[in-house]
C-alpha cells in the first residue's frame, strides 16, 4: 500500500513536473517569439525615425533656402525699383521743362506727346512706389496693438473721400469687432479695398459701399461690399497676383499691386484673404486676422 501510495505521488510529481515543463517550454517560445517581433518593430520604428529626422532635416533646408530666395528677391525689386525712381524723375523733370521752356516752339502733337511721356512716367511712378511698399512689408516688424476697426474704417474712408469730389458715394459702416494687429498695415488694408470699392463703381449714379462682420467657423470676418462692375469668379485665382488686372487700364487706372499688398499683409497677420463677385452686380472682398498666428 505504501509503495502504491508513494507511486502515485511519484507520478503525479512526474505530470506537474512534465505539465509544468511544457507551459515554460511554450511560455519561451511565446517570449523568444515577442522578443523577436518587438526586435523586429523596433528596427522599423528606429528605421521611420531616422527617415522622419531626414524629411525634417530637408524640410528645414527647403524652408530655410525659400526664406533665403524670398529675401533676395525682395531686396531685388527694393534695389531695382529704388534705382528706377531716379531716371524717372529726370524724364519728367525734362518733359515738363520742354512744355514750360518751349512751348511757344512746340506745336499740337509734340504737346500731347510730352504730356503722354509725363502722364507714363508719373503711372511708372506709382508702380515702382507699390512695388517697394510691396517688399518692404516682408521686412517692416509689426506693432501690435488693439484696433478700433469701426474708427480706423470712418478714418480711411473720409481720406479717401477727399480724392474723390463729387461722388455721389453711399456708406454704411456697420459696428465692428475690435482686430488685433499692426494699425499701419491694417489701414492699408482698407485703403486699398476701399479704393478699389470707390473706383470699381466709378459708372455707378450712386455708389453703394458697405463695411461689415461676419462670424465664420468661430473666427471674425470683415467684409467690404461694393455695387460696382464685379468680376468673374472663374478669374478668381488671378485677383491677389501682382500685375493681375481683370479690367482694361482705359477704364480703371492702377498698378495691379494694391489686392498683393492686401494679402501679404494678412498672410502676415496669419489670416486670410478671398473674394466673391458677380460681373455688373458688384463685388464682396473678406479677410481675417488670427491674433495667435502673428507672422512678425
Given amino acids: 500500500m505504501r509503495n502504491f501510495v508513494w507511486g502515485s505521488i511519484g507520478l503525479g510529481f512526474l505530470v506537474?513536473?512534465?505539465?509544468?515543463?511544457?507551459?515554460?517550454?511554450?511560455?519561451?517560445?511565446?517570449?523568444?517569439?515577442?522578443?523577436?517581433?518587438?526586435?523586429?518593430?523596433?528596427?522599423?520604428?528606429?528605421?521611420?525615425?531616422?527617415?522622419?529626422?531626414?524629411?525634417?532635416?530637408?524640410?528645414?533646408?527647403?524652408?530655410?533656402?525659400?526664406?533665403?530666395?524670398?529675401?533676395?528677391?525682395?531686396?531685388?525689386?527694393?534695389?531695382?525699383?529704388?534705382?528706377?525712381?531716379?531716371?524717372?524723375?529726370?524724364?519728367?523733370?525734362?518733359?515738363?521743362?520742354?512744355?514750360?521752356?518751349y512751348n511757344d516752339k512746340l506745336d499740337d502733337e509734340g504737346k500731347r506727346y510730352l504730356n503722354i511721356v509725363r502722364d507714363n512716367t508719373q503711372k511708372m511712378g506709382q508702380l515702382i512706389e507699390d512695388l517697394l511698399a510691396l517688399s518692404r512689408l516682408g521686412r517692416k516688424e509689426m506693432q501690435v496693438s488693439r484696433i478700433d476697426m469701426t474708427k480706423l474704417a470712418k478714418t480711411v474712408f473720409d481720406e479717401i473721400k477727399e480724392a474723390n469730389p463729387g461722388r455721389?458715394?453711399?456708406?454704411?459702416?456697420?459696428?465692428?469687432?475690435?482686430?488685433?494687429?499692426?494699425?499701419?498695415m491694417i489701414h492699408q488694408v482698407l485703403v486699398n479695398l476701399l479704393s478699389n470699392a470707390i473706383k470699381f463703381?466709378?459708372?455707378?449714379?450712386?455708389?453703394?459701399?458697405?463695411?461689415?462682420?461676419?462670424?465664420?467657423?468661430?473666427?471674425?470676418?470683415?467684409?467690404?461690399?461694393?455695387?460696382?462692375?464685379?468680376?468673374?469668379?472663374?478669374?478668381?485665382?488671378?485677383?491677389?497676383?501682382?500685375?493681375?488686372?481683370?479690367?482694361?487700364?482705359?477704364?480703371?487706372?492702377?498698378?495691379?499691386?494694391?489686392?498683393?499688398i492686401v494679402q501679404r499683409i494678412?498672410?502676415?497677420?496669419?489670416?486670410?484673404?478671398?473674394?466673391?463677385g458677380k460681373v455688373n452686380e458688384g463685388s464682396t472682398f473678406y479677410f481675417n486676422l488670427s491674433e495667435g498666428g502673428m507672422k512678425k
Fill in 266 to 276: 494678412i498672410h502676415r497677420h496669419g489670416g486670410k484673404v478671398w473674394a466673391e
Fill in 201 to 260: 463703381t466709378r459708372f455707378k449714379e450712386k455708389a453703394v459701399i458697405e463695411i461689415g462682420s461676419i462670424v465664420r467657423m468661430n473666427e471674425i470676418v470683415y467684409y467690404v461690399k461694393d455695387n460696382g462692375v464685379g468680376f468673374d469668379m472663374q478669374y478668381l485665382n488671378k485677383l491677389f497676383g501682382v500685375f493681375q488686372r481683370l479690367h482694361s487700364t482705359e477704364d480703371f487706372e492702377g498698378t495691379g499691386v494694391g489686392l498683393a
Fill in 16 to 101: 506537474l513536473y512534465g505539465s509544468l515543463f511544457v507551459f515554460v517550454r511554450n511560455a519561451s517560445r511565446e517570449l523568444i517569439h515577442r522578443n523577436k517581433e518587438n526586435e523586429r518593430l523596433y528596427e522599423e520604428t528606429k528605421m521611420q525615425l531616422a527617415e522622419l529626422q531626414r524629411a525634417e532635416k530637408e524640410l528645414l533646408k527647403r524652408t530655410t533656402e525659400l526664406e533665403s530666395a524670398n529675401k533676395e528677391l525682395e531686396a531685388f525689386s527694393y534695389s531695382v525699383s529704388h534705382d528706377l525712381r531716379a531716371p524717372l524723375r529726370a524724364i519728367d523733370g525734362f518733359s515738363r521743362v520742354m512744355l514750360e521752356e
Fill in 168 to 184: 455721389n458715394i453711399q456708406l454704411e459702416i456697420k459696428t465692428l469687432p475690435p482686430a488685433y494687429g499692426d494699425q499701419a
